[in-house]
């Protein structure tokens, strides 16, 4: 299994990314991706995840109403739109894959695969 994380850049406050995953190598229609982001000097954290089962999107309260996260099937890609940047938001975003569903995909170990990660730079 592959997934290759895109869309990474800098932008100023306010601004907006997509960040966009895509997934090779398995059923993508039963496989939960999630992202995750490791800001500078600080552990990976859990940022969205969307879960393959009931399509449901779940967020860390940190991101909660200005990112969305979406899967398109038809092209074995998961996106993160970001909005309403802030410098806190630098990071390096991962995105991750799982056959799981549920709580478990708030946590890096639910996850069996994962990408290389795009670096996001928010300036103020």
């Known amino acids: 299994v592959q997934l290759q994380a895109s869309g990474g850049g800098l932008v100023q406050a306010g601004g907006s990314l997509r960040l966009s995953c895509a997934v090779s190598?398995?059923?993508?229609?039963?496989?939960?991706v999630g992202w995750f982001r490791q800001r500078p000097g600080k552990e990976r954290e859990f940022v969205a995840a969307?879960?393959?089962?009931?399509?449901?999107?779940s967020y860390a309260d940190s991101v909660k109403g200005r990112f969305t996260i979406s899967r398109e099937n038809a092209k074995n890609t998961v996106y993160l739109q970001m909005n309403s940047l802030n410098p806190e938001d630098t990071a390096v975003y991962y995105c991750?894959?799982?056959?799981?569903?549920?709580?478990?995909?708030?946590?890096?170990?639910?996850?069996?695969?994962w990408g290389q990660g795009t670096l996001v730079t928010v300036s103020s």
């Open positions: 991750a894959g799982s056959p799981s569903t549920g709580s478990t995909l708030k946590y890096g170990r639910g996850y069996n695969d």
């Open positions: 969307t879960s393959w089962r009931t399509s449901t999107a």
């Open positions: 190598g398995r059923t993508f229609e039963r496989y939960s």
